[in-house]
């Protein structure tokens, strides 16, 4: 990789995207390539994060009450459908460096971004296999960390083959790790599992109707792959359901906080690549809209309450918060006394928008008596 430059955020020969780049701290190589490396290390709200847990806790896990469910989802998970899917005929090189400049730069920040989530399950699967002495984890864990570590993979192979691939082993000892208690990982990690089925499918699917906006083979991969993030949430939905208290009392209140904060970092993320959706044919509003709904659809064989974003007052909060954020990133790019004044004018804003969410009514929901589903989208 080349000596990264630090780049002038005012400088007129980079987009609008390098520009934020700039504002986020990231380097440009000397090339004018995006460091890869910088963009998977960073950490803001938005980035995807490594995860740590309390280990020992993974023992206790009693999964008997969803038993025959969990046998069946266990050796779905080993007769191992993809185990050729994340090949590759012919390399991607050439495809990535050909996309005029903004489109590769947004196209290059979601690979980097997808690839930091996948990874980061990946080393969080791992650790929980290695250091867990419950058979039943320790399998699960097993299969996880098989297929994040092809999908990592599979998308670190699509960027070095444009040069810009990210060193992973030194991803995983300079990334910084959140701690979060076993039943917040659950939240945590069974929506961002679900939540990325439903994105990957929804592309797979627009893309199947307008092959002209395809513009990367690496789309092509997407619905095989996805079906494997639908098996992997479904192994978190047996773990709390075969634990109800998790999914009672306060712990409603977390859930509720987990999902908004998955559908709001997803909204602002996603529309920071305005060019990237245009190249896909994608309104990202609507896209992300279309998302969440398939999201909530799926979330329903686990969670007691659903998300109204389908209610004009929530999606006009959500905007709030959009704006709001812009207006954190402008202040940043903007520097000094006035910069500094809209930064916390975003903050309280943001805040404001965000609770103002959290506060809107949501929907009551009665769990089935079955967990599992079929990804049916
Ligand atoms: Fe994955
Ligand atoms: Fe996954």
Redesign the pocket.
Known sequence: MNAPTKIDPNSPDHGEFSRAAAAAGLDLGSDGKLDTMAMARQETVLSPRFYTTDFAALDAIDVNPVRAEWDDLIAEMQADRNKLHFKRKESFEGIIENLEPDLREEFTDFLVSSMTS?FS?CVLYSEMARRTRNPDMKMLFKL?AR??SR?AGFINETLKDAGIGVDLGFLTKSKKYTYFRPKFIWYAVYLS?KI?YARYITIFRHLAKHPEHRFHPIFSWFEEWCN??FR?GEAFALLMRADPKLLKGGNRLWIRFFLLSVYATMYVRDHSRPVFHKALGVDPTEYDYKVFTVCTAITRQVFPIELETDDPAFRARMEDLLQSSRRIDAGKARGGLMGAFQRYSGVAGAGLAFARMYFHRTRENALPASVRMQPSW
């Open positions: 996948e399950g996880l297929d994040e999908h599992e990325g494997d993030e992997h």
